[in-house]
């Protein structure tokens, strides 16, 4: 045995430790989303110029977190899709489609940013690459042409005439109340609306982003067939690649982030050709917290810390839920909505995490599984063992 890896029991553990960090890290992005306009989500001027406070949360978010998580997120999801193959395509199938109705009733029913949907539909396309893939090689080549490919179609979109400012970028004062409206009353209005925003995102994800998720998804399946996600390497290594990964990442962004900020976010620039030094130092930045990550491993697992992680990480999918239910409560139901600062917000995730902590500690001391992937594994087994294949 190469005493630099990991035993298998502390593969598994770093892997949830790392699905954990990322479910986590995601709120810091979607607390803006849930408390604020959609507009906010990328623009800080969409109601006009911010404030110091509000620019300087925005551009640490920018440069340290924001699509880094959800990448790191798609990383590691196109690992599991690996990890699952000896289950075979039933039921494989079946997990996936039920990923979807759990995302589509998610986004429909509690919050319009889910990613659930997104995630199974491109599982499905994806796993059978996985499947027939030749070698830890091909994946990582076909994932990584898959995601510079969606970055050019970026680019193109850019460069496209843009005759008048996005709603979505810059949205008039009716715009914004009629969304606190909606969102503060609920009910079918709401559902309507979300509805709306559920199909618009899936032209989005054809016409561009999905092309990024689904090559991150194979390079996660190649990261992990290749071991470098089941630390088959010494950690000098990783630590040696988080070293060179990071700072470069940070660099390529720094362009985009600070040209936002003295252009002030204007539409022609920000809205999308600024985004693409973000979406090419993305990746990069998630590989090289995963390569920290394990480079520490040896040391951080002993922490008390890495180990409410690693539970967090095998609640990954409940806990995600669970972050909507609180935030849209507290926002739309109890009526706090636009009535915090980015700064604030920070405070609320850490509230919220709090309650993460607490749920998968208490929930994982009885039970083997959180709650919905309970759930999700017996109507997929119900379904995968029952299911008669049509006679052709």
């Known amino acids: 045995m190469n005493h630099h890896c990991l ?30 306009p959609r ?5 800080p001027a969409f109601q006009g110029t911010p404030t110091l406070l509000d620019s300087s949360v925005w551009a640490l978010l920018e440069l340290f977190v924001q699509a880094k998580f959800l990448a790191m997120f798609a990383l590691l999801f196109g690992a599991g899709l690996q990890l699952l193959q000896p289950r075979g395509q039933r039921w494989i199938t079946f997990r996936l489609l039920w990923l979807m109705v759990f995302g589509w009733l998610h986004a429909i029913f509690i919050w319009d940013g889910d990613i659930l949907f997104v995630y199974g539909l491109l599982g499905l396309l994806c796993w ?8 830890a090689s091909t994946l990582l080549r076909s994932g990584l042409l898959l995601y510079l490919f969606g970055v050019a179609l970026l680019l193109l979109l850019a460069l496209l ?54 090559g991150l998804m194979l390079f996660g399946a190649g990261l992990l067939r290749s071991g470098w996600l089941t630390a088959r390497y010494p950690a000098s290594t990783y630590l040696r690649q988080a070293i060179g990964l990071l700072p470069i990442s940070f660099l390529i962004q720094l362009l985009g982030t600070v ?64 972050q909507s239910l609180l935030c849209t409560t507290l926002f739309y139901r109890l009526g706090f909505y636009q009535q915090f600062n980015r700064l604030e917000l920070l405070l609320v995730v850490l509230l919220v995490w709090l309650v993460n ?13 959180g709650p919905i992937e309970w759930l999700w594994a017996k109507l ?13």
């Not at 593969?11 to 890290?25: P, S």
């Not at 949205?171 to 509805?195: F, H, I, S």
């Not at 997929?380 to 052709?392: D, G, I």
């Open 7 to 36: 035993p298998i029991s502390s593969r598994i553990a770093v892997l949830d430790c790392a699905r954990g960090i990322a479910v986590l890290a995601i709120l810091l992005l979607n607390i803006s989303a849930f408390g604020l």
């Open 39 to 43: 507009s906010a989500y990328l623009n």
């Open 128 to 135: 059978r690459v996985v499947r027939d893939a030749e070698s």
């Open 161 to 214: 005439p843009q005759h008048e400012v996005s709603n979505f970028w810059l949205p008039t004062a009716e715009q914004l109340a009629y969304e606190a409206r909606w969102k503060l009353q609920g009910g079918w209005v709401a559902w309507q609306q979300r509805w709306e925003i559920f199909v618009s995102g899936l032209f989005v994800l054809a016409a561009q982003y999905g092309w990024q998720l689904a």
């Open 259 to 322: 040209s936002q900020w003295q252009l002030n976010w204007d539409f022609r620039w920000s809205s999308l050709l600024l985004q693409i030094p973000r979406e090419l130092a993305s990746p990069l930045q998630a590989m090289g917290y995963l390569a920290l990550l394990y480079g520490c491993w040896p040391k951080i697992s002993a922490w008390r810390i890495s180990y409410f992680l690693s539970l967090i990480g095998r609640m990954a999918l409940s806990n995600y839920l669970l």
């Open 357 to 369: 902590f607490s749920f998968s500690y208490l929930w994982l001391r009885h039970f083997k599984q």
């Open 380 to 392: 997929t087994t119900a379904l995968s063992e029952n299911f008669v294949q049509p006679a052709r």
